[in-house]
């Protein structure tokens, strides 16, 4: 959303709320294509019980998304409410006026309906507050206490798929319960289809090596102290350490069974190359599988699973955190702010939720207690199983207190693919010099 916060505060193209509109009717954009239909589906339910019509339109990828949005915001024709990326895009448009503050909107009634872990997704906390306060910040301008979206859909990366016909061939039928039994099943399905059986990921986008496969594996090997140790100032802990080389080794492992070329693939392009059966194994997040049906590949077809944790590691079996994923927020411009509340409550119901889980096979940010695998399909369902846990043995990638505050995760994550899958470094080198940038970011800090 860069274009779009470069965008000078809207405050002079608000429309009166109350003065002009038709009051039973909205618009809604989304950058989601595979939401559209499971909104479609929300918004007929929606105009029975209210009477209030929702269009609903998708404007995708998310550059055109985002240039359509800017182009509006400047134009004075905002729809009345946006599907936006969550706890990042959503705090840039409040930052512009493009979209409202919504707190006093959002009551206990409504956000309790979301799961316990996103309830506070879109609220200015203090946290974020301090990350906006540099006015180069590309949220500066909100303040704490301001909530600018609501979660509509959550889950996590860091989500491992295979294609179940591939691995029965290999005669694999259970997903591995460590990283070892991972190891050994990737070595089976190479080793039964060297040319299509390996594990793709979008490397090209080399951070997903790094926050998608090496953290996981980082927490469940050393555990929750240890593990952001690898980011401290002491070097008796950081990845130049024998913990670190721990990790990287292990890490490393992997490097016979990516897939060929995964380091030129963007993420959707790995996750096609899965779906085309040029793969036998993925890794991405909950939000993959709709991607992979958008694709032609049946979501029964996938045995899905949180990245395994070593057998002997601190937590050999870590959870991993949910986190708001997208969320809806109402335009500064909307003529009925009021309805694309009650619009936005509505999609946050237990039954319109299931129903658009269904719809758009994507984890709903809704609470769906103990019907949650029926009303979301057996395999999304699996995936949130990695859900379950502990908080001190769970991973939770929206925690990062702990690194520099100048913390750059693509530089770091360029260093590791130097590891695998490019294999131009040594566990032992890629050590040294990701602790020496990670040093280089607390020096650049404490200037």
Not at 286 to 301: K, R, S
Not at 341 to 356: E, G, H, I, S, V
Request: aromatic content about 8%.
């Amino acid at each position: 959303m860069a274009t779009v916060l470069t965008l000078s505060p809207l405050t002079a193209c608000g429309g009166d709320a109350s003065d002009s509109g038709d009051a039973k009717s909205l618009t809604m954009w989304t950058f989601k294509q595979s939401h559209v239909q499971a909104l479609k589906n929300a918004a007929a339910d929606f105009e029975k019980q209210t009477g209030i019509k929702v269009s609903v339109k998708a404007y995708g990828p998310d550059d055109a998304y985002t240039t359509k949005v800017q182009a509006s915001a400047k134009t004075g024709d905002l729809p009345d409410v946006l599907e936006v990326h969550s706890d990042g895009e959503d705090f840039a448009l409040g930052a512009t006026g493009i979209t409202r503050d919504i707190a006093k909107d959002v009551t206990a009634d409504w956000s309790g309906l979301y799961q316990e872990g996103v309830q506070k997704s879109g609220v200015v906390t203090p946290a974020r507050y301090k990350e906006s306060e540099p006015s180069d910040s590309k949220t500066h301008g909100i303040k704490e206490g301001q909530r600018f979206s609501v979660p509509l859909t959550s889950g996590t990366f860091g989500i491992v798929m295979g294609n179940k016909k591939k691995l029965a061939e290999a005669g694999i039928t259970e997903p591995p319960a460590s990283y070892e039994e991972f190891l050994e099943d990737l070595k089976a399905t190479t080793a039964k289809d060297p040319k299509n059986g390996g594990v793709s990921l979008g490397l090209k986008v080399k951070a997903t090596g790094l926050t998608w496969s090496l953290q996981p594996l980082a927490f469940g090997e050393l555990g929750k102290e240890k593990y952001q140790a690898l980011w401290g100032k002491d070097a008796s802990g950081n990845f130049a350490s024998a913990n670190g080389r721990k990790v990287l080794d292990l890490y490393a492992r992997m490097q016979p069974y990516w897939m060929p070329g995964t380091q030129t693939l963007d993420i959707d392009a790995a996750d096609q190359a899965f779906a085309q059966g040029k793969s036998a194994w993925d890794i991405g997040g909950t939000f993959t599988l709709a991607f992979l049906q958008q694709n032609g590949m049946n979501p029964e077809d996938v045995m899905a699973f949180g990245f395994p944790g070593p057998e002997k590691g601190a937590v050999p079996k870590p959870a991993l955190a949910p986190l708001a994923l997208t969320g809806l927020a109402a335009t500064s411009t909307s003529k009925h702010p009021e309805n694309a509340a009650k619009w936005m409550k509505f999609l946050a119901q237990p039954k319109t939720a299931a129903r658009f889980a269904k719809d758009a096979t994507e984890v709903p940010s809704t609470e769906l207690g103990d019907d949650a695998a029926a009303a979301m399909g057996a395999t999304l369902a699996a995936m949130t199983k990695a859900f379950a846990g502990a908080p001190e043995n769970t991973y939770d990638p929206t925690v990062n207190d702990f690194r520099p505050p100048t913390y750059d995760q693509d530089s770091m994550a360029e260093i590791l693919a130097d590891l695998t899958p490019l294999k131009k470094k040594d566990a032992q080198t890629a050590g040294k010099d990701m602790a020496k940038l990670n040093d280089n970011f607390w020096a650049s800090a404490e200037k």
